[in-house]
């Protein structure tokens, strides 16, 4: 059983930084997809960033283009979500989602097909 648990959420002020976690286990596929998801209040779900296994390729979504990395870490099969400058716009409930996948992210984006979601961190911008 495929299981993503997230962890760094809070709050922080205006301008400030904070690295999201997420640790995943029952994972048994050879290339995968892994990213992170953001669904503020009131608005629909959106692709923050994904990392693909095959290629080690990485989508952002223009509002945290420069601002926010993703990476991935294979030894402990955890994405993190480095998160800098951040903006009270980016306050939001933040998923890990994670799903097979062997394509690339060269020149796309997350797209909204992943199958296995953990249960969200809550990010708190204030201004």
């Known amino acids: 059983e495929v299981q993503l648990v997230e962890s760094g959420g809070g709050l922080v002020q205006a301008g400030g930084s904070l690295r999201l976690s997420c640790a995943a286990s029952?994972?048994?596929?050879?290339?995968?997809?892994i990213g992170w998801f953001r669904q503020a209040p009131g608005k629909e779900r959106e692709g923050v960033s994904c990392?693909?296994?095959?290629?080690?390729?990485?989508s952002y979504a223009e509002a945290v283009k420069g601002r926010f990395t993703i990476s991935y870490d294979n030894t402990q099969n955890t994405v993190y979500l480095q998160m800098n400058n951040l903006k009270p716009e980016d306050t939001a409930v933040y998923y890990c989602?994670?799903?097979?996948?062997?394509?690339?992210?060269?020149?796309?984006?997350?797209?909204?097909?992943?199958?296995?979601w953990g249960k969200g961190t809550l990010v708190t911008v204030s201004s």
């Open positions: 989602a994670a799903d097979l996948f062997s394509g690339s992210y060269h020149g796309r984006d997350c797209g909204n097909g992943m199958n296995y």
């Open positions: 029952g994972f048994t596929f050879d290339d995968f997809a």
């Open positions: 990392f693909a296994n095959s290629d080690g390729s990485t």
